[in-house]
């Protein structure tokens, strides 16, 4: 036990549960899609600028604009209606 003794230091002051218990099955299902799309998009672009085919300089605002027809502000209206569901938020 001695040795988990430092680690209190590193004990969050709260713990927030996942928001999505909080989604219809509707909206879990829509998040999920959406989900995919935004993290396929987000991996396939991280890959061209770590692999250099694409550049932070020349194409950052194409990788920007793509995000446009993802329909993100579906995706955080669902998410923000959750965290005020949960509580988190007001």
């Known amino acids: 036990m001695r040795c988990a003794d430092g680690l209190i230091n590193y004990v969050p002051e709260e713990v927030w549960a996942p928001v999505a218990r909080f989604y219809t099955a509707e909206e879990a299902s829509e998040m999920s899609q959406l989900r995919s799309e935004i993290d396929t998009y987000h991996s396939e672009w991280r890959a061209y600028f770590i692999s250099g ?7 950052w605002d194409e990788y920007v604009k793509g995000y446009d027809g993802m329909r993100l502000d579906r995706w955080l209206e669902i998410y923000t209606k959750a965290l005020k569901e949960a509580g988190y938020i007001k």
Do not use: E, G, V
């Open 53 to 59: 085919q694409k550049s932070l300089d020349d194409d």
